[in-house]
């Protein structure tokens, strides 16, 4: 289940605000500036559908994001607790960090928890599948799949090259609750 939990950035220890009612999640995020959606699961999926099976099942989807945001390309990533590789990649994105366009997440299965540092307050968004994650160019952030990933997104960008982390060297996200899985 989706949840939002908001803090100041200076009390980890005591949330302002959790939730997870969809409605109530996506007008906090939509005061801060960022998108976020249910869809519903109307596509039934293998468990081990790959990218292009999933490509398919969510074209209109895909097609709608991509007129909206004017958005160029799209991939589907997943990983799996038996990954070689896991524990790097987890590593990669857990320092805040922002990027120069916006990312933009649907959950096709899985979860992830996206951390978001707007002003003063930290918004904590564990999204499950169903759940359309936007979060604007240059927002301070970082995401968790925690130790022991497993997730199915789709991601649609601005530029076909992808998108690189341009971290904040800011400390704060070793403060706040990571993904326990």
């Keep these: 289940m989706s949840r939002l939990t908001v803090y100041h950035e200076d009390r980890p220890d005591r949330h302002l605000l959790c939730t997870e009612d969809g409605d109530a999640i996506a007008a906090e995020l939509a005061a801060a500036g960022v998108r976020f959606e249910r869809w519903p699961a109307a596509h039934e999926l293998a468990p081990d559908a790959g990218p292009e099976a999933i490509g398919e099942a969510y074209a209109p989807e895909i097609e709608r994001l991509m007129r909206e945001g004017g958005y160029r390309t ?3 990533i997943g990983l799996h607790p038996a990954h070689p590789d896991k524990d790097t990649l987890r590593r990669k994105f857990l320092e805040e960090h922002t990027h120069a366009e916006d990312e933009v997440r649907f959950f096709v299965d899985g979860e992830g928890l996206f951390t978001l540092h707007i002003g003063d307050r930290v918004y904590e968004v564990l999204c499950t599948a169903g ?5 604007p ?4 952030h970082w995401f968790d799949m925690g130790p022991n990933p497993l997730f199915k997104v789709i991601r649609v960008f601005d530029n076909p090259e992808g998108w690189v982390a341009e971290f904040t060297g800011s400390d704060i996200a070793g403060r706040f609750p990571r993904l326990e899985n």
């Excluded at 759940?131 to 979060?135: E, I, K, T």
């Excluded at 160019?137 to 301070?140: E, K, L, R």
Aim: aromatic share 8%; hydrophobic share 50%; no cysteine.
């Design 74 to 76: 799209w991939d589907v």
């Design 131 to 135: 759940d359309l994650m936007g979060v």
């Design 137 to 140: 160019a240059g927002t301070p």
